[in-house]
C-alpha cells in the first residue's frame, strides 16, 4: 500500500511473512547540481549515522539498538542517474519471535525520528569534535578509494566519458570539494534535505498496514514540492573517441572502455539490453570472459557493465601494458561477433536461464524487494515480475544484435603499470 503522508513525503507498507525481520527505510530524494552537494550529503550521512541529540555518541547509539534485541541501522548515499538518495535504513527482529512483544518497529520509527529531526547540534552548528572525527573519517575513506587502482581507473574513465562533473565524480564526492566544508555548510545541507528533499519511506514485515501508516504519519515530516525531474541522465554522442593515457608503477595495467548505450528501463528493448551485457562480459560464460582472459589469457580480469539510468556501457580489464593494442581488437571482435550475429545458441540459452535464476534469487531479498518498491515509481515503466522473466525469455539473437549496434565507443582510458 503505498499513501502520501504529505506532498511530496509517500509511504509504502509492504506486510509478508517472508522475513523474520521487520525493516524500515527513509530515503530523502534530490537532484544535485554539484559535486561539493554531493559531498556534503555523504559528511551528512556520515554525521547523522553515530550522534544525534539524544544518543551523542556511536556507543549510546549501539546500546539504544542492544536494547532493542540487537536492532541493526545505518545510512548510506548513492547515485541513480539525476538523482541522489540519502537513506536511513533500521531493521529488527519481528516482536513474534520475542517471549514479550516490545513493539519493536515502534520503537524503530521513534529512534529514527531522534536520528533524522534532532541532530546533534551546538549553538546551531554540528558538534565540533563529532564534525571533525567523521569528516577526517571521510577524508580517509576517499584517499583510499584512490589507492585502489581498479576504482580510481573506472572513476578516471567517467571524466573522460561524461560531460557533466556530478557524473563524472564519485557518488560520494570528492577531497577537493570536501577539505573546506565546514559544520556550517552541512547544517544548511541538512536543512535544505530535510525541507525540500522528496521523502520516500519503505516499511516491509509482518505488519499491519493501517497501524504501520497511523505511526509514520506521527514523524514531523513538513509539505514540500515536488521538484524532481527525470531520474534518467542523457547526454549526446562525441564526435570523436578520447583516449587518456597515465602510467604509473604497478604491476597490472588497467584499460577500460565506455561507450554511449541509448537505452534505458523505459525502452522496448530494455530486457535485450540486459542479455547482450551478461553474454558479451557480464557473466563468467561471457564472450570477454571465455575468449579474451581464459583462451588468450590476455587479461587478469575483464568485465562490462551497464548503467540504465545513465546510458552508460563500460568495460574494465586489468591486463599487462604490452597487451592493450591486442585486447583492444579482440574486444571490438566481440562486439563484431555479437552484431553479425555468430552466437552459440545453447549459451544464450544459458545465459537467459542464468539471469532468470539470479532474478529470482533477489525475490528472497528483503533489501532487494524494498528497494525495487523505493525506484519502481521513478522508472517510466517497470514489469511486474512475471513479466520480466516473460521478456527476457523472449529475447532472440536478432533483438541482442540490434541492441549491440547502438553502442558507440566514447572513450578510453589506459593507466599503463610500469615495473619498478
Known amino acids: 500500500m503505498r499513501k502520501d503522508l504529505k506532498n511530496g513525503v509517500v509511504c509504502q507498507v509492504m506486510p509478508t511473512t517472508q522475513f523474520k525481520t521487520n525493516k524500515i527505510s527513509i530515503s530523502f530524494i534530490t537532484e544535485v547540481k554539484t559535486v561539493t552537494e554531493i559531498t556534503q550529503r555523504t559528511l551528512l550521512a556520515y554525521l547523522l549515522e553515530v550522534s544525534s541529540k539524544k544518543y551523542p555518541t556511536q556507543q549510546v547509539i549501539a546500546q539504544e539498538l542492544s536494547q532493542m534485541y540487537g536492532a541493526d541501522f545505518g545510512t548510506s548515499t548513492t547515485r541513480n542517474g539525476n538523482y541522489h538518495i540519502m537513506k536511513f535504513n533500521f531493521s529488527c527482529v519481528n516482536d513474534k519471535y520475542l517471549t514479550t512483544p516490545e513493539n519493536l518497529l515502534t520503537k524503530g520509527i521513534k529512534f529514527l525520528e531522534e536520528i533524522i529531526f534532532r541532530p546533534l547540534l551546538v549553538d546551531g552548528i554540528f558538534e565540533k569534535e563529532t564534525f571533525q572525527r567523521q569528516k577526517e573519517n571521510f577524508q580517509t575513506y576517499l584517499a583510499t578509494m584512490q589507492d585502489n587502482k581498479k576504482i580510481a581507473a573506472l572513476l578516471a574513465l567517467q571524466k573522460e566519458y561524461f560531460t557533466n562533473p556530478v557524473q563524472q565524480s564519485s557518488v560520494l564526492g570528492d577531497l577537493q570539494t570536501l577539505k573546506p566544508l565546514t559544520a556550517q555548510d552541512i547544517v544548511a545541507c541538512y536543512q535544505k534535505m530535510i525541507t525540500q528533499d522528496q521523502v520516500r519511506i519503505v516499511v516491509s514485515g509482518d505488519v499491519q498496514e493501517d ?20 531520474m534518467y541522465y542523457q547526454q549526446a554522442n562525441k564526435d570523436e573517441v578520447v583516449e587518456k593515457v597515465e602510467q604509473e608503477k604497478l604491476q597490472q595495467s588497467k584499460l577500460n572502455l565506455a561507450y554511449h548505450f541509448p537505452i534505458d528501463q523505459g525502452c522496448p528493448d530494455f530486457h535485450a539490453a540486459i542479455v547482450f551485457n551478461a553474454l558479451l562480459g557480464g557473466d563468467a560464460r561471457s564472450y570477454l570472459f571465455r575468449n579474451i582472459r581464459e583462451k588468450a589469457s590476455l587479461a587478469y580480469y575483464i568485465s562490462s557493465s551497464f548503467d540504465s539510468f545513465g546510458q552508460y556501457f563500460y568495460i574494465q580489464t586489468g591486463i599487462k601494458s604490452s597487451d592493450k593494442e591486442q585486447v583492444q581488437t579482440l574486444i571490438a571482435e566481440q562486439f563484431a561477433k555479437i552484431i553479425a550475429g555468430e552466437i552459440d545458441e545453447q549459451l544464450f540459452a544459458e545465459i ?45 539473437i536478432a533483438d541482442v544484435q540490434e541492441v549491440a549496434k547502438k553502442i558507440q565507443l566514447q572513450a578510453i582510458y589506459f593507466l599503463k603499470g610500469e615495473e619498478g
Open 211 to 230: 497501524e504501520v501508516v497511523e505511526e509514520l504519519a506521527t514523524l514531523p515530516f513538513t509539505a514540500r514540492e515536488n521538484t524532481l525531474g527525470s
Open 352 to 396: 537467459k536461464l542464468s539471469l532468470i535464476n539470479e532474478h529470482l534469487s533477489h525475490l528472497d531479498s528483503q533489501n532487494y524487494l524494498m528497494v525495487k518498491a523505493l525506484l519502481q515509481p521513478l522508472f517510466k515503466k517497470t514489469p511486474t515480475t512475471g513479466t520480466w522473466m516473460e521478456n527476457i525469455q523472449k529475447v532472440t
